[in-house]
């Protein structure tokens, strides 16, 4: 092997998204060696000239380099304790999404077991790896990102490394997931609704994508109120959307939906009146869920 032969990699777990990871370092000439529980998982990446481990151990004493990629941490820790001594010196780059909480004990474990630990937070999905709209996040400690930057860049897309924290990576995800799903719950609801209102999902739908094209400048206009903690409504008040909210509610329940997740959403700009910030802009909200989190 000279200088430049790509490093050998292994990749502990072959869902979708660990296919995906050893599909990318394969095409990008690593020799990757694979473990699944359910081994059979593995046999395209074996047609394709991945090496098939039987054991954890066996896997992981073939690289330097561990990648583990699987359903939560509690599966990934089943995993890799019983083969904390093969792991002795070697790198864990756990991408796996979990909480924050449970990164730092993965973390600490890791440290325990002299095994140099970065945590990971794949934020796009498995067709995007290898490509160039790939986007995966690091934390930890930045020797260990600097030492294996260059091989997880044949991940795809962007790699960027988010500081020492362990937990950094799973916070971002943790809070980008949050707009995902509270997104996707909004939006498979409205088309409940709609169909009620016997409007067909298609015809919404142009309205609906509208709708979403508003969100980035408000993303943006959010953060920088919360970062300057300024809430002085500019255009709309606290006050006149939970009036808009309780319309929705009232339509929804007429119609016999579940208004459980807008509930709870009016629920929190009526702490925020409540409180005496009626007439504030909507980022008041965020602070108000601040509070109950204290
Ligand atoms: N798929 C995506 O597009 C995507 C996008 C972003 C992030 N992610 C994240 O990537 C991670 C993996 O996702 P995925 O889509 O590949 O599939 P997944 O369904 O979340 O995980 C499947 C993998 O977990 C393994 N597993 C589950 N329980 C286990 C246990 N107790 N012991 C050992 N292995 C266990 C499965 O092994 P068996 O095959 O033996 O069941 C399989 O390898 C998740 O954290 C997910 O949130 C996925």
Request: one cysteine or more; a negative charge.
């Amino acid at each position: 092997m000279t200088d430049h032969d790509p490093a050998p990699v292994t990749v502990l777990g072959l869902g979708p998204m660990g296919r995906a990871l050893a599909g990318a370092l394969l095409a990008a000439g690593h020799p990757t060696t694979v473990w699944n529980r359910t081994a059979d998982r593995a046999d395209r990446l074996v047609e394709r000239g991945a090496r098939r481990a039987t054991t954890v151990e066996e896997a992981v004493r073939a690289s330097p380099l561990v990648l583990a990629c699987v359903v939560d941490y509690a599966a990934v820790r089943a995993i890799v304790e019983p083969a904390a001594a093969a792991l002795n010196g070697r790198t864990l780059v756990n991408l796996t999404a979990d909480t924050p909480q449970r990164a730092r004990e993965l973390a600490d474990w890791a440290a325990r077991h002299g095994v140099d630990y970065l945590d990971g937070a794949i934020m796009t999905p498995a067709p995007t790896i290898g490509g160039p709209a790939a986007l995966v996040l690091y934390s930890g400690p930045e020797r260990t990102w600097q030492a294996h930057r260059a091989t997880l860049a044949h991940l795809g897309g962007d790699a960027e490394w988010l500081g020492a924290d362990p937990a950094r990576a799973a916070g971002h995800d943790v809070a980008l997931l949050d707009v995902f799903w509270t997104a996707m719950s909004g939006i498979a609801h409205a088309f409940a609704l709609a169909r009620a209102e016997k409007i067909r999902a298609t015809d919404l739908a142009p309205y609906a994508r509208g709708i979403g094209n508003l969100l980035p400048d408000l993303i943006d206009d959010l953060a920088r109120r919360l970062d300057a903690d300024d809430h002085v409504a500019d255009v709309s008040s606290i006050a006149s959307a939970a009036a808009g909210m309780a319309h929705i509610i009232e339509a929804a329940e007429g119609h016999g939906i579940d208004a459980g997740v807008l509930r709870a959403a009016h629920a929190a700009a009526g702490r925020a009146i409540r409180a005496g910030h009626g007439d504030d802009d909507f980022s008041r909200v965020a602070r108000i869920y601040e509070q109950a989190a204290a």
